[in-house]
């Protein structure tokens, strides 16, 4: 759904637009601070939805550090999928492939000690982040817009 937003609508165009040439989308008549801004409002929306299915969803409460690092490896899967939805799309999977081993790996009751494969979807998060680099980033990525 989120490539189809990006890819197929207009408003996906100025997202990206946005995103790559500020200046450029600005000339073509694109409110570029509205843009920004409601797209920092819907992303926020969605890790507000995320939190709040984790917490009452799965859980059923709150505990301290529930999350665990898990926004981290989210991150690195956008940069791993080369910001685009469907390579993200794929390294959540490979992440969560991960994620599965290690716990089938503790339930198995082998002599491993646990703590080893409650750190493998870290170690490959970093291993992934410092293999890929961030060079496919949008070029405006964390520019501030200054409107001339």
């Given amino acids: 759904m ?23 989308a600005a000339s073509m008549g694109v409110n570029v601070t509205r ?3 409601v797209s920092i409002i819907w992303a926020a929306s969605f890790a507000a939805i ?3 299915s984790q917490t009452i969803g799965n ?5 301290d550090n529930m999350i665990a690092g898990k ?3 989210a991150f ?5 999928g080369r910001f685009n939805p469907v390579g993200t799309c794929i390294a959540v999977f490979f992440f969560a492939i991960v994620d599965a081993f ?3 790996l503790q339930a198995t009751g082998s002599h491993i000690p646990y703590q080893f494969p409650l750190m493998m979807p870290y170690v490959f998060t970093l ?4 293999a890929t680099g961030s060079n496919a980033a949008p070029k405006a990525w964390g520019a501030p817009y200054v409107p001339e």
């Fill in 2 to 24: 989120v490539w189809v937003i990006f890819y197929k609508t207009k408003w996906g165009l100025k997202i990206r637009a946005v995103g790559e040439n500020p200046r450029a």
């Fill in 50 to 52: 995320a939190g709040a």
């Fill in 71 to 73: 926004g981290f490896i």
């Fill in 127 to 130: 291993v992934a982040f410092f």
């Fill in 35 to 37: 843009i920004r801004y």
């Fill in 102 to 104: 290690q716990l089938t």
């Fill in 76 to 80: 690195t899967a956008v940069v791993l």
């Fill in 59 to 63: 859980l059923g409460t709150f505990v």
